[in-house]
């Protein structure tokens, strides 16, 4: 079963706007990772932060984790058309043995 | 970074037939990859966990003699979907890690879009 669940499902803005999406999880978690995919293609590892980090950043995005919450978000600064992809969250959970659970993913289009 | 090659990226077959999909670790040995499946527009879902020179482990409800996994070497993993019929139509990701880096992040390949006709 998933762990994650990714709001919005679907975003659409304007190039030169910030992108948010929202990631809840429901088991404890040794890290969580953010990855991208084009369009028919593998996924990307984008950021991963640990359960005992609170924000990170990588160029233009930004990462933030609650773990009282259960919840992590990612933010596009700045965007641009080539960011149109789909984004999904990832959890390596204290339990999975190892493995990731992806989250439902959002869909994001940037409109130039 | 560490790339992952995957092949063959789109292969239409008639039902009935069996269809082998290999995931090969170019520059890094992947004692373990992972194989997932996708449908349109929804999350990967994992298959089975693929194991250098030991059975894969299969998450449940994968029928393991229909996903027929072999790692036989630190950088070779195959999929074979045996008798394929149109409802295993689906897009096939393969991952690994590479050891050699600090965290645990996934290294995908490019994936393999089956259609069954």
């Known amino acids: 079963s998933q762990q994650g669940e990714e709001d919005p499902q679907a975003l659409s803005i304007q190039e030169g706007e910030n992108a948010t999406m929202n990631c809840s999880y429901k088991t404890s978690i040794n890290n969580l990772q953010w990855y991208r995919q084009n369009s028919g293609r593998g996924l990307v590892h984008l950021i991963l932060i640990r359960s005992n980090e609170r924000e990170k950043h990588s160029g233009r995005l930004r990462v933030t984790l609650d773990t009282s919450k259960k919840s992590s978000s990612l933010l596009i600064t700045a965007s641009r058309a080539a960011d149109t992809a789909s984004y999904f969250c990832a959890t390596d959970g204290l339990a999975a043995g190892n493995k990731l659970t992806f989250g439902g993913g959002t869909r994001v289009l940037v409109k130039p | 970074g560490a790339v992952v090659s995957q092949h063959p990226s789109r292969v239409i077959c008639k039902s009935g037939t069996s269809v082998k999909i290999e995931c090969r670790s170019l520059d890094f040995q992947a004692t373990t990859m992972f194989w997932y499946r996708q449908f349109p527009k929804q999350s990967l879902m994992l298959m089975a966990t693929s194991n250098e020179g030991s059975k894969a482990t299969y998450e449940q409800g994968v029928e393991k003699d229909k996903f027929l996994i072999n790692h036989a070497s630190l950088t070779l993993s195959t999929l074979t979907v045996t008798s394929a019929h149109p409802e295993d139509s689906s897009f096939y990701i393969c991952?690994?890690?590479?050891?050699?880096?600090?965290?645990?992040?996934?290294?995908f390949g490019s994936g393999t879009q089956l259609s069954v006709l």
């Open positions: 991952s690994a890690r590479d050891l050699g880096f600090s965290d645990e992040k996934l290294f």
